[in-house]
């Protein structure tokens, strides 16, 4: 008889039960290891539903608040705020984006304010301010790389003195990681970290959350090709990631994230850096909607959708189920 080869080996003894699949489970999924974004709108004891997202809402600050704790002892470790931006106050030079006292400035004031241990992400790009919707200052049919490096620059110092934990560039512009960090530091800002959009693609599934911001009627039948990246591509992302961590990134993420977990392990295996996965929009609705229609377990899914984020790397993962899974998780304990 061969060693090792059926029937002395049987692989299947470690599956038999429960109890033994949580002992010998390669990777556990944990509240630690979400991250919950959140809408943030104008307005008092407002909670306006996201069509495009089920079970999503544009909240108002106190509304904001009130989640934020839910969060919080839950045991989710950081907030993600992405601000509504009204029409009045986007404009070509998005100035509002490095107003003091702009919607997100307020936003993370009041959250830190009720929530001091509570990590807060603040969003470093232009979309939510832009009359064009586009990530940067538009200039003769394209986004200007380098005037747009002035305005984030701004943004992200705006965003410490409101009091964040970690600012997240997701513009993709070139050179971005190194002024934002250099400009940080120099307004005094050392222990502010940077979370770099390092690999963001330029993703069909990001549709949701540009209606849910505001941005998609104002970017209408663009894209945003000639700076995000060509989802063809792989070698490009390690490139990306190479130079974001040169720049001072303290972490990279990969986004979105199922479509792209080659993308995760690749950087994961050639980077001794954290990376984060997003779970955008699009790959949220989906499993939403397709659950809503009884095709699959919306939990269960969920659950497996994020533990192969985790499989192939991620340290944390963005992902707008990051509350139910973790009042699953608190609740059931599943082991699958």
């Known amino acids: 008889m061969i060693t090792g080869a059926y029937p002395a080996t049987r692989l299947r003894r470690n599956r038999q039960s429960a109890w033994m699949r949580s002992?010998?489970?390669?990777?556990?999924?944990?509240?630690?290891?979400?991250?919950?974004?959140?809408?943030?709108?104008?307005?008092?004891?407002?909670?306006?539903?996201?069509?495009?997202?089920?079970?999503?809402?544009?909240?108002?600050?106190d509304e904001l608040i009130q989640e934020a704790e839910k969060a919080y002892h839950l045991g989710i470790p950081a907030i993600a705020l992405f601000p509504v931006v009204e029409k009045s106050l986007k404009s070509e030079q998005a100035e509002e984006a490095y107003n003091p006292d702009n919607l997100l400035s307020r936003s993370?004031?009041?959250?830190?304010?009720?929530?001091?241990?509570?990590?807060?992400?603040?969003?470093?790009?232009?979309?939510?301010?832009?009359?064009?919707?586009?990530?940067?200052?538009?200039?003769?049919?394209?986004?200007?790389?380098?005037?747009?490096?002035?305005?984030?620059?701004?943004?992200?110092?705006?965003?410490?003195?409101a009091g964040c934990d970690m600012v997240a560039p997701s513009d993709m512009m070139d050179g971005r990681v190194g002024v934002i960090r250099q400009a940080l530091d120099e307004a005094g800002f050392q222990k502010?970290?940077?979370?770099?959009?390092?690999?963001?693609?330029?993703?069909?599934?990001?549709?949701?959350?540009?209606?849910?911001?505001?941005s998609a009627s104002n970017l209408g039948k663009a894209d945003k090709r000639t700076y995000q990246m060509n989802p063809a591509n792989s070698e490009e992302a390690l490139r990306e990631v190479a130079l974001d961590i040169a720049e001072g990134a303290d972490i990279v993420m990969v986004k979105p994230?199922?479509?792209?977990?080659?993308?995760?392990?690749?950087?994961k295996t050639r980077f001794e850096i954290p990376v984060f996965a997003y779970q955008v929009s699009g790959e949220y609705a989906m499993l939403k909607i397709a659950a809503a229609h009884n095709l699959f377990d919306y939990q269960t899914t969920m659950l497996e959708s994020l533990?192969?984020?985790?499989r192939a790397g991620a340290n944390a993962i963005f992902t707008y189920a990051a509350m139910e899974i973790a009042e699953w998780l608190r609740d059931q304990n599943p082991v699958i």
Request: proline share 5%.
């Open 257 to 267: 994230a199922m479509p792209y977990l080659d993308i995760i392990s690749r950087v």
């Open 307 to 310: 533990l192969s984020c985790k």
């Open 23 to 61: 002992l010998v489970a390669e990777h556990v999924l944990s509240s630690h290891d979400l991250i919950m974004p959140f809408f943030v709108q104008e307005g008092v004891e407002k909670r306006d539903a996201i069509a495009a997202m089920p079970d999503v809402y544009r909240l108002s600050i």
């Open 192 to 214: 502010v970290a940077i979370l770099a959009y390092a690999a963001k693609y330029a993703s069909a599934f990001y549709g949701p959350f540009r209606h849910a911001v505001g």
């Open 108 to 161: 993370v004031k009041a959250v830190k304010k009720a929530l001091p241990e509570l990590g807060i992400i603040c969003d470093v790009a232009l979309d939510p301010y832009t009359t064009h919707g586009h990530d940067g200052i538009w200039e003769a049919g394209d986004v200007a790389n380098d005037k747009t490096l002035e305005v984030l620059c701004q943004q992200a110092i705006t965003c410490a003195w």
